[in-house]
Each structure stands twice: as structure tokens, then as C-alpha cells.
């Protein structure tokens, strides 16, 4: 059984740093297309990132060079490494593990990220 | 980036009708687009990718079809627990990039 949670979230200021993570089970992070997907509260699904293959990584416009995606095969594991946090960042952030030509097959519950001072 | 838009954004439908939600591309995207369903404080649950492959255990009243830049997301004979919102994703082009949503409401 795919299992995915995610841990991290929380109160933080604008202008701060906050790494989330994905801790996976009954997949492995390192042979997945491996995804992050955020919601703000009451609006629709963003997508965030991607991290496949060896080291294919991709962002959307809104959180590229802000944000950074990695993963530890050794603890199967998923980050998202969050710097120069806005308002518009607050959302609940969720994992979600993929295929080629099939994404976000699972989700993990999601962690709320708020960024407010 | 790959615009999606959605339509329509809400709509009312009661139980046994038959819903159908459209989502348009801004460029082609052959048939990569999946459907998301999401009920309120829940996981979005994945029905439909490749257009119109239906995810295993997804009841078999929801279908996908389509190709290029128009999708239709199908519900047929709606069920009290299809009320919930639906979001198209085009997986074709990095940055992916969801529709806006529709909100599938009681009459």
C-alpha cells in the first residue's frame, strides 16, 4: 500500500525559509515521478514541482528559484525546500507520487504552510 | 505555459442527470489530460488520465474523452457522493498546469 505524509508545515514570516517533507512507503522516491501540489485556502490546485530520473527537476513560474525540490533515497523520502516565503504562499502542500503519461496517481493528506507576520 | 480553462466554473444538477465539464487547451496536448475529483476537506482523488483511461476502482458512470486542445469530463446518471469539484491537469508540457475547477452542486 502507497503511503505518503507530509510533516513541515506551519506558521512562518514573510521573507523566511521552511523545508517540507514527504515521507513515503510501499514506494520508492527515487523511480517515480515525485510531485508537490498546493492549494491556497478556498481556491483550486496549483501545481508546485517535479523531481524524476536522476535529477530531472522542473517549477512553476511562481516558485522557480525560490524553491527546491530533492529527495533522500536513503530515508525515501520527498522535500521541498521553501526560501523567500510570501503570502501567496500560504497553502496546504501536498505530495504526490506519478508515472510517465500518469500523474499524481496518490496524494498524501497535506501539510498547511501559512506565511503571515 | 499551457493555459486550461474550464467550463463550466459551477453548476447545479441533481441526482440521475447526466453532467458534462469541458476543459480547453491553450495549445495542443495530444491526449495527455487527467481528471481530478476533490469533495470538500479531502485529497484530490485521480479518475481519469491519458484522456480517457479510467482509474482502476473509479465507478465506470465517470468517462474522459477528447484530443488536442478540447476534453469532456462525463458523469452519467449522477450519484449523491459525484457532488464534490473536478479539475482538469494537461501533463503534456512542464510547467503542469490544472483548470480552474468546477463545482458540482445539489439543485
Known amino acids: 500500500e502507497v503511503q505518503l505524509v507530509e510533516s513541515g508545515g506551519g506558521l512562518i514570516q514573510p521573507g523566511g525559509s521552511l523545508r517540507l517533507s514527504c515521507a513515503a512507503s510501499?514506494?520508492?522516491?527515487?523511480?517515480?515521478?515525485m510531485t508537490w501540489v498546493r492549494q491556497a485556502p478556498g481556491k483550486g490546485l496549483e501545481w508546485v514541482s517535479v523531481?524524476?530520473?536522476?535529477?530531472?527537476?522542473y517549477y512553476a513560474d511562481s516558485v522557480k528559484g525560490r524553491f527546491t525540490i530533492s529527495r533522500d533515497n536513503s530515508k525515501n523520502t520527498l522535500y521541498l525546500q521553501m526560501n523567500s516565503l510570501r503570502a501567496e504562499d500560504t497553502a496546504v502542500y501536498y505530495c504526490?507520487?506519478?508515472?510517465?503519461?500518469?500523474?499524481?496517481?496518490?496524494w498524501g493528506q497535506g501539510t498547511l504552510v501559512t506565511v503571515s507576520s | 505555459d499551457i493555459q486550461m480553462t474550464q467550463s463550466p466554473s459551477a453548476m447545479s444538477a441533481s441526482v440521475g442527470d447526466r453532467v458534462t465539464i469541458t476543459c480547453r487547451a491553450s495549445?495542443?496536448?495530444?491526449?495527455?489530460l487527467a481528471w481530478f475529483q476533490q469533495k470538500p476537506g479531502k485529497v484530490p482523488k485521480r479518475l481519469i488520465y491519458?484522456?480517457?483511461s479510467l482509474q482502476s476502482g473509479v465507478p465506470s458512470r465517470f468517462s474522459g474523452s477528447g484530443s488536442g486542445t478540447e476534453f469532456t469530463l462525463t458523469i452519467n446518471s449522477l450519484q449523491p457522493e459525484d457532488f464534490a469539484t473536478y479539475y482538469c491537469?494537461?501533463?503534456?508540457?512542464?510547467?503542469?498546469?490544472f483548470g480552474g475547477g468546477t463545482k458540482v452542486e445539489i439543485k
Open positions: 504526490a507520487r506519478g508515472a510517465s503519461g500518469a500523474p499524481l496517481e496518490f
Open positions: 510501499g514506494v520508492t522516491v527515487n523511480t517515480n515521478y
Open positions: 523531481v524524476f530520473s536522476v535529477s530531472s527537476t
Open positions: 495549445q495542443g496536448i495530444s491526449n495527455y
Open positions: 491519458a484522456a480517457s
Open positions: 491537469l494537461q501533463h503534456k508540457t512542464y510547467p503542469l498546469t
